[in-house]
Antibody, heavy 126, light 107 residues
Framework: QVQLVQSGAEVKKPGASVKVSCKASGYTFSGDYIHWVRQAPGQGLEWMGWLNPKSGGTNYAQKFQGRVTMTRDTSINTAYMELSRLRSDDAAVYYC???????????????????WGQGTLVTVSS | DIQMTQSPSSLSASVGDRVTITCRASQSISNFLNWYQQKPGKAPKLLIYAASSLQGGVPSRFSGSGSGTDFTLTISSLQREDFASYYCQQSYIAPYTFGRGTKLEIK
């Protein structure tokens, strides 16, 4: 069965970096994008970007450009999200999700987040 | 970026009620619209994709409709396990924006 298992909770100081891992199993890792979504305490869901595990290509939300880096290690079916220059408002649960291609029309194809990791709590505190 | 406006932000209902949540996109997204359910402390779960297609294993009391800019999620007869938060998301183009969510509470 498809599983995404994330690394454990992190506590970081402002200005530091955090790197969260997402290990995939039960499907062909290179076949679907991995997306990263975060959720601040009591808030909604915020899309951060996607990683193409096959090519290593990425697409980041403009808000995170310059601070986020998404990478992968195909030998161990693992995706990574690193966020640098942490601020207090980066405190959140970070999720990885598989982006399955749903349907295509008008020159574009949907990305449906059908499996999610369990989430990684990142605390930012001095 | 495409903005997703979801309403209501919260809703109180009783077991057995029929409830509807709406989502409006700031531009046409055809039927590139997903709905997710999230329970406290858990990851979101895909309920509906392509505006009206039920994800495998999701009960048939959930349904979605709409196209273009206006969409709805309907739960035909609320069950206790349906009390949760619900989010719409456009899957048309990055950034794949979410609505702000609807918290469905027991009356």
């Amino acid at each position: 069965q498809v599983q995404l298992v994330q690394s454990g909770a992190e506590v970081k100081k402002p200005g530091a970096s955090v790197k969260v891992s997402c290990k995939a199993s039960g499907y062909t890792f290179s076949g679907d994008y991995i997306h990263w979504v975060r959720q601040a305490p009591g808030q909604g869901l915020e899309w951060m970007g996607w990683l193409n595990p096959k090519s290593g290509g990425t697409n980041y939300a403009q808000k995170f450009q310059g601070r986020v880096t998404m990478t992968r290690d195909t030998s161990i079916n693992t995706a990574y999200m690193e966020l640098s220059r942490l601020r207090s408002d980066d405190a959140a649960v970070y999720y990885c999700a598989r982006g399955a291609v749903g349907f295509c029309g008008g020159g574009t194809c949907s990305q449906d987040f059908d499996y999610w990791g369990q989430g990684t709590l990142v605390t930012v505190s001095s | 970026d495409i903005q997703m406006t979801q309403s209501p932000s919260s809703l109180s209902a009783s077991v057995g009620d029929r409830v509807t949540i709406t989502c409006r996109a700031s531009q046409s997204i055809s039927n590139f619209l997903n709905w997710y359910q999230q329970k406290p402390g858990k990851a979101p779960k895909l309920l509906i994709y392509a505006a009206s297609s039920l994800q495998g294993g999701v009960p048939s009391r959930f349904s979605g409709s709409g196209s273009g800019t206006d969409f709805t999620l309907t739960i035909s007869s609320l069950q206790r396990e349906d009390f949760a938060s619900y989010y719409c998301q456009q899957s048309y183009i990055a950034p794949y924006t979410f609505g702000r969510g609807t918290k469905l509470e027991i009356k």
